[in-house]
T-cell receptor
Framework: ELKVEQNPLFLSMQEGKNYTIYCNYS?????LYWYRQDPGKSLESLFV?????AVKQEGRLMASLDTKARLSTLHITAAVHDLSATYFC???????????FGAGTRLTVKP | GAVVSQHPSRVICKSGTSVKIECRSL??????MFWYRQFPKQSLMLMAT?????????EQGVEKDKFLINHASLTLSTLTVTSAHPEDSSFYIC???????????FGSGTRLTVV
């Protein structure tokens, strides 16, 4: 069974600081996704990582994938309050083409 | 881009009644739709996968007779919560694989409250 572990579950940061969220998964997978969820809202797609060594950046967020270690990271650079949200990683189960989600990281950026 | 329209966004119903949630793919054909449930401050849990023209596949522990899924056309999948109880109160989200690219399109979610 595909399992996705994400940490930390809670993250409180000060504006301007850097931090990394980690996502480990248990079995070989095709694709790794990062999503953002604001309270009461659905998911917003941030990144899709398709291959070993893939790195994608958008603004203050950068995601990377190491398929050998079965690890993805989401790095936050110089955090701002607008980044406060819950971030989920998810992995495809290529047998069934469905996604399994990590537990989520609730990020709070304080002034 | 691909859009999945989910309705209603919020619904309050009495215990024992049934509620239908619709997800429509607006500009693409969704042969597959995934249905997730999210309890407050928790992650998304896959409930079932619907495929157009065939029976849905349910995850272990999800009652087929309680959560009825219909995927009668390439643009519409529905989830009906039958005989709803307060413990069914949750946020339900549908998603469909994107066409021609990797990724999924999510509906906007339905907040169900059973009183």
């Amino acid at each position: 069974e595909l399992k996705v572990e994400q940490n930390p579950l809670f993250l409180s940061m000060q504006e301007g600081k850097n931090y990394t969220i980690y996502c480990n998964y248990s079995t070989t997978s095709d694709r790794l996704y990062w999503y953002r969820q604001d309270p009461g809202k659905s998911l917003e797609s941030l990144f899709v990582l398709l291959s070993n060594g893939a790195v994608k950046q958008e603004g203050r967020l950068m995601a990377s994938l190491d398929t050998k270690a079965r690890l993805s990271t989401l790095h936050i650079t110089a955090a701002v309050h607008d980044l406060s949200a819950t971030y989920f990683c998810a992995v495809d189960n290529w047998h069934n083409n469905d996604m399994r989600f990590g537990a989520g990281t609730r990020l709070t950026v304080k002034p | 881009g691909a859009v999945v329209s989910q309705h209603p966004s919020r619904v309050i119903c009495k215990s024992g009644t049934s509620v239908k949630i619709e997800c429509r793919s607006l500009d693409f054909q969704a042969t597959t739709m995934f249905w997730y449930r999210q309890f407050p401050k928790q992650s998304l849990m896959l409930m079932a996968t619907s495929n157009e023209g065939s029976k849905a596949t349910y995850e272990q522990g999800v009652e087929k007779d309680k959560f009825l899924i219909n995927h009668a056309s390439l643009t519409l999948s529905t989830l009906t919560v039958t005989s709803a109880h307060p413990e069914d109160s949750s946020f339900y989200i549908c998603s469909a694989p994107q066409q021609g690219r990797y990724g999924y399109t999510f509906g906007s979610g339905t907040r169900l409250t059973v009183v």
